[in-house]
């Protein structure tokens, strides 16, 4: 009978045991990061800055947040939507004062990482992670080798066209969209596109804004020209095909393809431009102006606005003639960026941080760029979204092959001290050169010297 007891006690604390093992105890969330075994349940909280990516942006937060929260019910997120115009400004003084929030959403800036405020990313990327993401499309949050972001979408900047003028001019925009184009084929066009209006107006092949140097930026790029200077750091503005892209704008404003005025219009003039039927192609067009378009005729059907409704064409910028394939396009990754503050609160909060970060660039977080009219970053937000794209399905084809063909960002790649230099020569020389330029006020030989002196004296 003793035995007995002693046995039954023992079969009752083997039960409480195994009781305990599988059902008293809920079960851990499964680890994301790294080689860890388990997740810290510590009561956490991670801080999110934002923007408006998109219209509905918030909704997606709400929602990415909610779903988080069902795995990670001990990490609380925190999240501002802040403006783009003051949003920055109110992020740079948290990060000069050493309290930037965990992560902050925006393009990687080296003036963020020579803070050391910024957390490399790689010690948390598991491969599968890495696997996911589309070719290309990491690179564009890396600084010297090191992922310091994640990016939800990237960037494109291109041309935009009225498909109908396209239509009545028999350009095959399709096979442009598919296989680029060079500056002798955009001026073919050209000739054709550019025509009096029977209002007494001009019908321009092209109009860009001259407040910006954006036409001139893509269309150096896309004569193999990354940048004043290369991913080294060295000036390479000094070279032919710069005086060749210089020469090339001089001619589309002596031969009437763009404006006279170019110098004197904004980008809001050159968007009322396409939509009045005077401009066949801007520049820059972007993606998004398929969303944008799109709902503008919705307002027009509706009384709203006035105005002609628009089928919006997505084009790459031409490329020189010399060069092969399909030219570079301009571009960059935005996304989210993870920072530890001056009072760093440990290891464990910046796995927690992490876990947010993944979450908030995920499958689901592919509706920013489908929003957008973008190309997909992960394979597994195009695999969730497969179907459901609010892009035209040709203008898709034009920024898949433009983002295959991105040109890289080299302020990612030189040193701080260099990027500065670099922001002072587009600031103090590129943009009053330019524009110079599209005045008439300046030849394309004075302006290529101009370039060449100068940027050998401040990026060499």
Request: with cysteine.
């Amino acid at each position: 009978m003793k035995m007995n007891k002693w046995l039954a006690l023992f079969m009752v604390l083997v039960l409480v045991a195994i009781t305990a093992a599988c059902g008293g105890k809920k079960a851990e969330p499964a680890p994301q990061t790294g080689t860890d075994t388990k997740v810290d349940t510590t009561p956490d909280t991670v801080k999110v800055w934002t923007y408006p990516v998109h219209a509905t942006y918030e909704n997606d937060m709400k929602d990415l947040v909610a779903d988080f929260n069902k795995q990670y019910p001990h990490i609380k997120v925190e999240y501002e939507v802040l403006s783009w115009a003051e949003g920055p400004k109110k992020f740079d003084v948290a990060l000069n004062a050493g309290d930037p929030p965990d992560l902050y959403f925006g393009a990687l800036n080296g003036a963020y990482v020579d803070t050391g405020l910024v957390l490399p990313l790689d010690s948390y990327m598991t491969q599968a992670i890495k696997d996911d993401f589309q070719t290309g499309t990491l690179e564009t949050m890396q600084m010297n080798g090191k992922q310091y972001g994640l990016p939800i979408y990237q960037s494109l900047w291109g041309w935009g066209a009225n498909k109908r003028i396209l239509d009545e001019a028999g350009i095959d925009y399709k096979k442009i969209q598919q296989n680029g184009w060079t500056w002798d084929e955009f001026l073919a066009a050209a000739k054709k596109l550019t025509k009096k209006l029977p209002d007494g107006s001009t019908q321009y092949a092209l109009v860009s804004d001259g407040t910006s140097t954006d036409l001139i930026d893509m269309l150096s790029r896309a004569n193999g020209l990354v940048d004043a200077v290369d991913e080294k750091g060295s000036f390479i503005w000094n070279d032919a095909k710069m005086a060749d892209t210089l020469k090339f704008i001089e001619s589309l404003r002596k031969d009437g393809v763009l404006p006279k005025e170019t110098a004197a219009l904004t980008p809001a003039k050159r968007t009322e431009m396409l939509y009045a039927g005077q401009a066949a192609i801007i520049s820059k067009g972007i993606p998004y102006y398929d969303i944008m378009i799109a709902n503008r005729n919705k307002d027009i059907e509706a009384g709203k606005v006035q105005g002609e409704k628009l089928d919006y064409i997505q084009l790459p910028v031409p490329h020189g003639n010399s060069i092969t394939g399909y030219g570079k396009t301009s571009g960059n990754g935005e996304g989210y960026v993870m920072f530890r503050q001056k009072n760093d609160k440990g290891a464990q909060h910046a796995k927690n941080a992490f876990l947010v970060m993944e979450a908030l660039t995920g499958a689901k977080a592919g509706n920013s760029a489908n929003e957008l009219a973008l190309p997909f970053v992960r394979k597994s937000q195009a695999k969730a979204f497969e179907g459901k794209s609010l892009a035209k399905a040709d203008n898709l084809v034009a920024s898949g092959k433009m983002r295959e063909n991105a040109s890289p960002n080299v302020t990612l790649k030189i040193t701080a001290e260099k990027a500065a230099a670099l922001k002072q020569y587009r600031e103090q020389v590129l943009k009053p050169t330019f524009q110079a330029l599209l005045a008439g006020e300046k030849t394309a030989d004075a302006a290529a010297a101009d370039l060449k002196s100068k940027g050998e004296q401040m990026l060499k």
